[in-house]
């Protein structure tokens, strides 16, 4: 069974310009997580989607972030433009709808630079 | 306001000894507690999790006490191997209120010396 995966692995834009990142859930999970890490920080939530539906947005930094989940499958974080302070480690994470969803499963992530 | 603390950013441990790495928590609702573990370019892997209900969950090498009185949370790992070495985070999340985010601490580094 594949795991999360996240594209780009690696992201490094000028100041201004727009960045899209991307999460593929594990198949069947309804919950979609993105988190973010900034200067070897603590990881923090950004927003919590249930299929296409945004659940709980109350992390998200400014409205320069915008998520989707059109189909209730794979995600978009873009951001635009970017900022310095927006460089960092961003974490999509999944868990099931029922059973184990307390357990949430990480990607590897996308590192954004922002220059 | 860091609602979960990890007080100690590293821990060395001797490849054989028990490593004691421990988390605290201010926010009373919180319900369910989780352990990841993370490696340098991938991201955070499950290790093991406890109910507000439980004190203490094993699985292995690994046991997670919780002292709900103390907001206190402890993982245990024995004996230790020098692949446990990683970065570990303590998360918490406030089931009950159906909220499923999680609230993450700074990490702590271990390290395992041969």
């Known amino acids: 069974e594949a795991g999360v995966t996240q594209f780009p692995s690696h992201s490094v834009i000028e100041k201004g310009q727009t960045v899209t990142l991307r999460c593929d859930p594990i198949s069947g999970h309804d919950n979609l997580y993105w988190y973010r890490r900034v200067m070897g920080k603590e990881i923090k939530f950004l927003l919590h989607?249930?299929?296409?539906?945004?659940?709980?947005e109350s992390g998200m930094p400014n409205n320069r972030f915008l998520a989707e989940r059109t189909g209730g499958t794979y995600s978009t974080l873009k951001v635009q433009p970017a900022e310095l302070e927006d460089s960092g480690v961003y974490f999509c994470?999944?868990?099931?709808?029922?059973?184990?969803?307390?357990?949430?499963?990480f990607g590897a992530g996308t590192r954004l630079s922002v220059l | 306001d860091q609602q979960v603390k990890q007080n100690s950013p590293s821990l060395s441990v001797q490849e054989g000894r028990i490593s004691i790495l421990n988390c605290d928590y201010t926010?009373?609702?919180?319900?369910?507690f989780l352990w990841y573990k993370k490696y340098p370019a991938e991201g955070p892997t499950f290790l093991i999790s406890?109910?507000?209900?439980?004190d203490k969950n094993e699985d292995g090498r690994f046991t997670v006490f919780l002292n709900k009185s103390a907001k206190h949370l402890s993982l245990h790992i024995v004996p230790s191997q020098p692949g446990d070495s990683a970065v570990y985070f303590c998360a918490a999340s406030a089931q009950i209120q159906g909220a499923q985010k999680l609230v993450f601490g700074q990490g702590t580094r271990l390290t395992i010396n041969p």
């Open positions: 406890i109910s507000s209900i439980k």
């Open positions: 994470a999944s868990s099931p709808d029922t059973g184990a969803k307390n357990i949430q499963y």
């Open positions: 989607f249930v299929k296409e539906s945004k659940q709980d």
């Open positions: 926010n009373s609702m919180f319900d369910y």
